[in-house]
């Protein structure tokens, strides 16, 4: 079993930045693809970016070149470094583990649950 819990989510301005975290069970980042995803009000679940256990990265268009994944493997935490932010990049932000380099939700085994980011204009 695969535990996750997020933090570091909070309000920021337009312009600001964010850095989430995410402390794992022992031994996830050995097993699994690690994921960030966020879902908005009235919105579905979308995937940001993903890591996988050879440190090969994917985001999504939105955040590409704003958004940073990383972890450290001996502190079992995972990270989301969020630059330039947008009002539209409001939402709860999860993070997650699968065993598929994917951005596909669905894909994902184990969740977190969740920090909130508000950010406003």
């Known amino acids: 079993q695969v535990h996750l819990v997020e933090s570091g989510g909070g309000s920021v301005q337009a312009g600001g930045s964010l850095r989430l975290s995410c402390v794992a069970s022992?031994?996830?980042?050995?097993?699994?693809?690690m994921g960030w995803f966020r879902q908005a009000p009235g919105k579905e679940r979308e995937g940001v970016t993903t890591?996988?256990?050879?440190?090969?990265?994917g985001y999504a268009d939105s955040v590409l070149g704003r958004f940073t994944i990383s972890k450290d493997n001996a502190k079992n935490t995972l990270y989301l470094e969020m630059n330039s932010l947008k009002p539209e990049d409001t939402a709860m932000y999860y993070c997650a583990a699968g065993y598929i380099f994917t951005l596909r939700s669905p894909d994902y085994n184990y969740w977190g649950q969740g920090t909130q980011v508000t950010v406003s204009s």
């Open positions: 022992e031994y996830t980042f050995d097993t699994y693809c």
């Open positions: 890591l996988d256990v050879d440190g090969r990265t």
